[in-house]
């Protein structure tokens, strides 16, 4: 009269094997759920109870006792309805427990008995595989994604009745290997190509690209941030299969893959507006699901406006820029989400929007001017390596662009691509991938420049009055315009185009 | 509004340190409260005023007004507010200069607050100064007023940029009610902050053409005829180039400089840093204007 099946539930984007428990023992009819299950476990009871009579089988009049294993994990999700059913039936022998040995099942029940799709399949079967658990079960709508694990046999079902019917006749089904589809960008992102007239602006994005340096653009309204900011992905180096993994998983721990799964295959862009709370920037709530800052993982995350955004909100970005992951801390569990995202945030020069335009009148005190800047301080500033002013484009400047033409995303993204391989080979075997993340003492070794270059730098901090604060990041910037020469010394050239997209 | 405990000094029209040239206007002050040194009321003074929300080009301008007249020992006026003044005073300043603030406040009431830095330094070389009593908020009202002090105390009015409804433009009224030059800055016609100026030209203010006009409204010295600049900086090729095109066509964006000289943009903005390094040239907010 027992029954033991094995399952899973999400821990951050780590799925944990969990055995579920059941057994049936003579006493007034109940049902009893023990094992920390969150409340949608919970409410599984009644429709198990529905599910399993709408599929033709009686619901035993037993005590039934239900434990998921191990007890002390907190457990969350849907997915454990199916194997709950089929431990009901198995402990009641209406079908034979050898049949679930090895295989691992995962789905919500509807009331009529139907297998719904449940949050974070991929997660949760990238976990059974940890556990050497190569069979699973799982709801047609989830396929898709989970066959991206090449070495896992893929199950996909309908309904407890076609289910309990197999198992009972004791078919194994064949292995579904799904072709999986990439899932399209949630925005048809423009081409550099389209952007004329602003090649400065431009170049300045192909080194925050290149160097992973976050970036800050001020202009007022119509000068085309929005629209660059949109080519950014498009320039970064294409997703490796594991990145696109990763990026996959944290979709699916997120319910934001639409449709019938499917994997991630552009890098994400993601603009949450500045009323955005923080729990949906950061990620968080009750049961804890990822934030912007993790569904922009891999990829860019853009924040207009950004001096509107709540001070608290933009202090919380600075773990995630630091570490490459946020730690959530809940009552009664931890969890660690990636978020390692290229941040572009853009502003105004001031509330209006107009101030130092040439055409429009500016309409805000200086005050106001003064106080919407002194947003633009603190901690937060220090993460951004490279700053610069973009201006409305006149008609002649969009028509005449120079002997060159316009600069595509394509060219942009190979001399990209180059310098971020010099960079994968000169920190080869360190925390450090790129050049916005060296730290000082590694600044110091890596960022040396010539003596020209040193004389240059030492030149402009009296004359441009630039802060101690400025300077790492001029080195490091400084860094990545040398490697998109492919040079390895860092020139005074190299230190003067850096200068230029000092952040203060 | 914090008051600060300020030392000043009383001085009553008709006193002997009252300035002279304060006590011929229509409606001068009874009562100047002054902290600093009331015997830098007397010296040589020409008023420079404008636009709080100055361009970059405008800070640039008032602030080596300032210093200019520091140089021929002439002291600078204004109103320290944000902006034009605020340049004005520090160019003074920092040439080594004599400058005097008149505030539209108490003489203890340092406002705008951004300014206490200004406002603690101008008395060690000059004099902050108000015919209000201490202690007096600023008000609306008060501004237009304090502004017959400022052209009063000057032999002449420079307005460097001001909107064609602004606090400068009144300055410029009353200089010429009180008989005082008025010099305007001549601006670019699509600037919002040019008009107030241009406008000014256009009524019959002379026009700035170089710093030395200062001297003009002293009356130190005679002008010779306007002369070309010369630049003592030695250039290389690409920016004898973008030299060139700035003398031409004025304030720039760098993007219309990248696209006017069809220099990568790199290469651009690195001679941009030795230039501006070597104050050839100026740019903030993405514009670019020559400084010598």
């Known amino acids: 009269m027992y029954a033991k099946i094995i399952s899973a539930t999400l821990k951050g984007i780590e799925g944990i094997p969990v055995r579920v428990e059941t057994d049936l023992s003579a006493g007034l009819p109940a049902f009893l759920l023990t094992g920390l299950p969150s409340t949608s476990i919970r409410e599984a009871g009644e429709r198990i109870h529905r599910a399993i009579a709408n599929s033709g089988y009686s619901f035993p009049e037993k005590k039934i006792t239900v434990n998921l294993s191990p007890a002390n994990q907190r457990k969350e999700g849907t997915q454990f309805d199916l194997p709950i059913a089929l431990g009901i039936l198995a402990a009641d022998g209406k079908i034979p427990a050898a049949m679930l040995k090895g295989c691992a099942f995962l789905g919500e029940l509807s009331l009529d008995g139907k297998i719904y799709p449940i949050r974070g399949a991929l997660a949760l079967a990238a976990g059974l595989r940890k556990k050497g658990i190569r069979r699973i079960y799982l709801p047609e709508g989830n396929a898709e994604e989970v066959s991206l694990l090449e070495d896992i046999a893929v199950y996909p079902v309908r309904s407890l009745a076609e289910l309990a019917e197999d198992l009972k006749n004791g078919v194994v089904p064949e292995g579904a290997r799904l072709e999986t589809a990439p899932v399209e960008a949630d925005a048809a992102l423009s081409d550099f190509a389209d952007v004329r007239g602003q090649e400065a602006a431009k170049r300045a994005f192909e080194v925050a690209a290149a160097g992973n340096h976050a970036i800050l653009l001020s202009g007022t309204p119509g000068s085309g941030k929005t629209m660059m900011v949109r080519c950014l992905p498009g320039i970064l180096p294409p997703m490796t299969p594991d990145e696109r993994l990763e990026v996959t998983m944290l979709y699916s721990v997120a319910g934001e893959l639409k449709g019938t799964g499917g994997y991630v295959r552009a890098r994400p862009f993601r603009e949450p507006h500045h009323t955005v709370p923080i729990t949906a920037l950061i990620g968080g709530g009750v049961s804890p699901r990822p934030g912007e800052i993790s569904l922009a993982h891999k990829g860019v995350l853009f924040l207009d406006e950004f001096p509107e955004y709540d001070r608290h909100v933009l202090e919380a970005l600075r773990e995630p820029l630091e570490s490459k992951r946020i730690v959530l801390t809940r009552l009664t569990d931890t969890v660690a989400y990636p978020s390692d995202f290229l941040l572009a945030a853009a502003c105004n020069p001031c509330p209006c929007g107009y101030f130092g335009d040439p055409e429009i009148a500016c309409t805000c005190s200086p005050g106001e001017i003064r106080r919407y800047r002194a947003r633009l301080s603190g901690p937060i500033m220090d993460r951004i390596d490279l700053r610069i002013h973009v201006g409305r484009v006149k008609y002649a400047d969009l028509s005449a662009s120079g002997d060159a033409g316009p600069r595509s995303s394509e060219e942009m993204r190979k001399s990209v691509l180059r310098a971020v391989e010099i960079q994968n080979a000169r920190y080869a075997g360190r925390r450090t991938k790129r050049n916005a993340e060296l730290t000082a003492r590694e600044i110091k070794q890596f960022c040396r420049p010539t003596a020209e270059g040193e004389a240059l730098l030492e030149n402009a901090f009296s004359r441009l009055r630039l802060s101690a604060r400025a300077y790492g990041k001029i080195l490091k910037v400084a860094r990545t315009v040398a490697d998109l020469e492919n040079v390895d010394a860092i020139d005074a050239r190299h230190i003067a185009e850096a200068i230029r997209y000092r952040t203060e | ?292």
């Open chain 2, 1 to 292: 509004m914090r008051r600060t405990m300020l030392k000043y000094v009383t001085i009553r029209n008709g006193d002997a340190a009252y300035p002279t040239a304060l006590a011929s206007i229509p409606k001068p002050p009874a009562v100047l409260y002054v902290a600093g040194d009331p015997a830098v009321l007397k010296t040589a003074c020409v008023a420079i005023v404008g636009t709080r929300k100055a361009s970059p080009y405008g800070a640039w301008c008032a602030y080596e007004l300032g210093k200019r007249a520091a140089s021929y020992g002439i002291t600078v006026v204004s109103g320290m507010a944000s902006g034009i003044d605020a340049e004005a005073h520090r160019g003074a300043l920092d040439g080594g200069g004599r400058t005097i603030a008149v505030l539209g406040s108490g003489v203890d009431v340092c406002y705008p607050e951004s300014n206490r830095k200004l406002y603690e330094r101008i008395p060690e070389k000059g004099a902050v100064i108000s015919e209000l009593e201490p202690g007096t908020h600023p008000l609306p009202m008060t501004f237009p007023a304090r502004n017959r002090i400022i052209s009063g105390l000057s032999g002449g009015v420079i307005v460097v940029e001001a909107a064609l409804k602004s606090g400068s433009l009144i300055t410029a009224d009353h200089a010429v009610q009180q008989g005082r030059e008025v010099l305007a800055v001549p601006g670019n016609l699509n600037q919002v902050f040019s008009y107030g100026c241009n406008k000014l030209i256009r009524d019959g203010a002379m026009i700035l053409t170089s710093f030395d006009d200062i001297l003009d409204l002293v009356g130190l010295e005679a002008r010779d005829a306007v002369k070309e600049k010369r630049l003592t900086v030695k250039l290389n090729r690409d920016e004898a180039r973008i030299y060139k095109i700035l003398r031409e066509e004025g304030e720039l964006t760098v993007d219309a400089l990248a696209v006017k000289t069809a220099m990568n943009p790199g290469d651009l903005a690195a001679v941009l840093t030795y230039m501006e390094i070597r104050g050839v040239v100026c740019s903030d907010y993405g514009r670019v204007f020559l400084t010598a």
